[in-house]
């Protein structure tokens, strides 16, 4: 069983950064791929990036690409997600998720794990 524990949300102006980070314990983190996703009010929920257990493959929603980066220290059981440039588009709760049948995915419901959520607001 792995528990996922986020944290770095916060409220920031347009154009500024947040490092967003996820932690786990139990399991062996370096066996799960893990992703973020974002829910906005009203709105659907959708992945933000993904990275595989050994971080060689990565994916990007488009609206985040070139803004944010995912990365991971599998010694201290930690995914970032660096996001810059932050725009009030997005504003959302957001969540790690990991799994470990997976390689990466954008699709929620292939993720077994869930963290509670961090929120993260941009004021314009």
């Known amino acids: 069983q792995v528990q996922l524990v986020e944290s770095g949300g916060g409220l920031v102006q347009a154009g500024d950064s947040l490092r967003l980070s996820c932690t786990a314990s139990g399991g062996t983190f370096s066996s799960y791929a893990v992703g973020w996703f974002r829910q906005a009010p009203g709105k659907e929920q959708m992945a933000v990036a993904a990275?595989?257990?050994?971080?060689?493959?990565?994916y990007y929603e488009d609206s985040v690409k070139g803004r944010f980066t995912i990365s991971r220290d599998n010694s201290h059981n930690t995914v970032f997600l660096q996001m810059n440039s932050l725009k009030p588009e997005d504003t959302a709760v957001y969540y790690c998720?990991?799994?470990?049948?997976?390689?990466?995915?954008?699709?929620?419901?292939?993720?077994?794990?869930w963290g509670q959520g961090t929120q993260v607001t941009v004021s314009s």
């Open positions: 998720a990991a799994d470990g049948s997976l390689v990466v995915s954008s699709d929620p419901s292939r993720y077994r794990y």
């Open positions: 990275i595989s257990r050994n971080g060689d493959k990565i």
